[in-house]
């Protein structure tokens, strides 16, 4: 009983729809097709995105590929391959998340587990950059986080010298920061190159001049580099005597915040809307 009285209602309602719409004149039916439409906001790239795809742009053009690897990693590939010893303070340069029921993985500190793979699997030569997020337990500021990504490069042939990584680095910066860069090397330590440096760019800012960006020295430092030890082409069983090559890794949170004058990095993972719409239309 109660149904029928619903499909009546239901039916009248519909009927009365109907009328109204047959008896509707043409020109009210017309569409006025000039009106603007509906506004649709466009997505946007990350910068952090447009960064590194910049940076893949930059060492393909030099016959760079690119590589990936797992984000848990296990000691081997993100230690003990790499020259670091088990207990030695080299370690400490990298604080660590362990995965606490199996201390052998961890979140990988640098994506040199990659190279390390990468190394393994394929004989050289090799030129490869493996772009990817790395974890560190440090407290979170303006300028550190617990994440952040990275691009490593890896270049492996026979009769590779420093001035070889020199003029790649060179390159790469001139084309991320303008033709008017100049780089300069500091001897550095990293357990798995030998010798080591760290290197930095004229300042972008004050071209030299002395600003706070670059601590009023002209310099920026942007990323760390070196031949690579023999010892972790020999643990890859790529022979030492034969081959030689270079490595490199960069903070592409570093980059970015220095092509877009940004200067807190908590930004890049807060989600502000805000924020993140001032690059669309970029890269
Ligand atoms: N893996 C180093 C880091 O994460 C960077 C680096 C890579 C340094 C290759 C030298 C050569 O700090």
């Known amino acids: 009983?109660?149904?029928?009285?619903?499909?009546?209602?239901?039916?009248?309602?519909?009927?009365?729809?109907?009328?109204?719409?047959?008896?509707?004149?043409?020109?009210?039916?017309?569409?006025?097709?000039?009106?603007?439409?509906?506004?649709?906001?466009?997505?946007?790239?990350?910068?952090?995105?447009?960064?590194r795809n910049r940076i893949i742009e930059i060492f393909s053009a030099v016959g760079f590929t690119v590589s990936d690897g797992p984000e848990i990693e296990d000691d081997w590939h993100n230690?003990?391959?790499?020259?670091?010893?088990?207990?030695?303070?080299?370690?400490?340069?990298?604080?660590?998340?362990?995965?606490?029921?199996?201390?052998?993985?961890?979140?990988?500190?640098?994506?040199?587990?990659?190279?390390?793979?990468?190394?393994?699997?394929?004989?050289?030569?090799?030129r490869t950059i493996s772009p990817g997020r790395v974890y560190r337990n440090e407290a979170i500021s303006a300028r550190a986080h617990c994440f952040f990504h990275q691009v490593e490069g890896l270049y492996i042939d026979k009769d590779v010298s420093f001035a070889d990584l020199k003029q790649t680095l060179l390159y790469f910066a001139r084309e991320m920061f303008g033709a008017d860069t100049e780089i300069r090397l500091r001897p550095s330590y990293f357990p798995f190159t030998e010798p080591s440096a760290e290197m930095d760019i004229s300042c972008n800012f004050c071209k030299g001049e002395g600003c706070n960006i670059c601590k009023y020295t002209g310099w920026v430092e942007i990323l760390g580099c070196g031949m690579i030890d023999p010892a972790v082409l020999d643990n890859c069983k790529i022979d030492s005597n034969v081959y030689s090559g270079f490595a490199f890794g960069m903070g592409i949170e570093r980059i970015t915040m220095l092509v877009y004058k940004i200067n807190d990095l908590r930004i890049f993972s807060e989600n502000d809307v805000r924020f993140l719409k001032q690059f669309s239309g970029i890269g």
Request: proline share 8%; glycine share 2%; charged share 30%.
């Open 79 to 126: 230690f003990t391959a790499l020259n670091f010893p088990e207990e030695h303070p080299a370690r400490d340069m990298q604080d660590t998340f362990f995965i606490r029921k199996n201390p052998d993985l961890a979140l990988r500190t640098h994506t040199s587990s990659v190279q390390v793979r990468i190394m393994e699997k394929h004989k050289p030569p090799l």
């Open 1 to 51: 009983m109660q149904v029928n009285l619903l499909k009546q209602k239901t039916e009248a309602i519909f009927e009365s729809f109907k009328e109204k719409f047959e008896n509707v004149t043409t020109d009210e039916k017309k569409i006025d097709i000039t009106l603007p439409g509906e506004p649709m906001s466009e997505g946007a790239l990350h910068p952090l995105s447009i960064i």
